[in-house]
């Protein structure tokens, strides 16, 4: 069953346009991540975060931003949509001391005309 | 740096063959490995991880995994698979210092025809 959840599935817009994801989990988990996945099914994490600490990939363009209004709640906004930024984005969330295991949602795949 | 290795890009069986599904990685220090399936259109699910301990794991739907050091390998296994297998498949390593930051392989496309 879906205890990670992102809204929306699918989204298309114009290059240079804001785009916002958002994940909600029910797990309780008190860290969250955002993963993205390019066209050839590569993932590279974005972001972690908990109530403690952000941690940056430091590939990440500064357009890129998280958003988080409690430890249930991690959105994804990018400020101005390159083409590059066409990929399915993925939320997912864990505790602490279960690393490796990791509940992810169903994606956000974005498309960038 | 941890790296992760898939050398298959893509696996065909037929229903009820056994399949073995490579990865091996490079990392310096202690790790936890993982697998995880993701079916088309779908989110990643977790199958099962390896950090210490039995070297042999065992995970959801018959899927099993081992761990070796001296190969620096964590290859999944099946002993017979089912047409619902059918997905892509992720190796992946997180070291203990940065908790949840996976790396993953490329992915294993594998393909159980029926």
């Known amino acids: 069953e879906t205890a990670v959840f992102q809204t929306p599935n699918y989204h298309v817009t114009q290059v240079g346009n804001e785009v916002s994801f958002n994940c909600k989990q029910t797990?309780?988990?008190?860290?969250m991540y955002w993963y993205k996945q390019d066209s050839k099914k590569l993932l590279k994490i974005m972001f972690s975060y908990n109530n403690k600490q952000l941690i940056v990939n430091e590939t990440v363009p500064r357009r890129f931003s998280p958003q988080s209004s409690d430890k249930a709640h991690l959105n994804l906004r990018i400020k101005s949509v390159e083409p590059e930024d066409s990929a399915v984005y993925l939320c997912?969330?864990?505790?602490?001391?279960?690393?490796?295991?990791?509940?992810f949602g169903e994606g956000s795949k974005l498309t960038v005309l | 740096t941890q790296t992760v290795s898939q050398s298959d890009a893509h696996v065909t069986v037929f229903e009820g063959d056994s399949v073995e599904l490579r990865c091996n990685y490079s990392?310096?220090?202690?790790?936890?490995l993982s697998w995880y399936i993701q079916h088309h259109g779908r989110g990643l699910q977790f199958l099962l991880k390896?950090?210490?301990?039995?070297?042999v794991v065992q995970g959801v739907n018959g899927f099993k995994a081992e761990f070796s050091k001296s190969d620096s390998s964590f290859h999944l296994r099946k002993a017979s698979v089912h047409w619902s297998d059918s997905a892509v498949y992720f190796c992946?390593?997180?070291?203990?210092?940065?908790?949840?930051?996976?790396?993953f392989g490329r992915g294993t496309r594998l393909q159980v025809y029926a």
């Open positions: 997912a969330s864990s505790t602490q001391t279960n690393t490796g295991q990791l509940y």
């Open positions: 797990l309780g988990h008190d860290t």
């Open positions: 992946a390593v997180s070291g203990t210092q940065v908790v949840g930051q996976l790396t």
């Open positions: 390896y950090y210490s301990g039995n070297p």
């Open positions: 990392y310096g220090g202690s790790i936890y």
